[in-house]
């Protein structure tokens, strides 16, 4: 078993940023992938970013490259995710996962966590 917590949501405006963190713990060295996934209402689970072990793969969805940024600390068994210039559709609880081998598909993913609110305001 995994569990993850994820921090750091929040509220902001729009053009803001925010950091989220997702800790893991049990039995990490499962943790090969690490992602972030997001729920809006009224949408599915989408994909956001994932990271591999190494961190030498990132993965983004088109709707986050170049404000999102995925990281990890091994030694921490943690997963960062820098949110920058938020946007108001980016409002929705955010959700950690981890995964053997999978990267975009919700189905490849084995542990997820709470999940974290963000509210971007207009």
């Known amino acids: 078993q995994v569990q993850l917590v994820e921090s ?7 053009g803001g940023s925010l950091r989220l963190s997702c800790a893991a713990s049990g039995r990490t060295f499962t943790t090969n992938v690490m992602g972030w996934f997001r729920h809006a209402p ?13 961190a030498d793969m990132t993965y983004y969805a088109d709707s ?4 999102f940024t995925i990281s990890r600390d091994n030694a921490k068994n943690t997963v960062y995710l ?7 559709e980016d409002t929705a609880v955010y959700y950690c996962a981890t995964s053997r081998h999978g ?9 997820w966590g709470q999940g974290t609110q ?3 305001s207009s």
């Open 8 to 14: 750091g949501g929040g509220l902001v405006q729009a």
């Open 118 to 120: 963000v509210t971007v």
């Open 42 to 54: 009224g949408k599915e689970r989408e994909f956001v970013a994932a990271i591999g072990w190494g």
């Open 82 to 88: 820098q949110m920058n210039s938020l946007k108001p």
């Open 103 to 111: 990267l975009t598909a919700v189905y490849e993913y084995d542990y």
């Open 64 to 67: 986050v490259k170049g404000r």
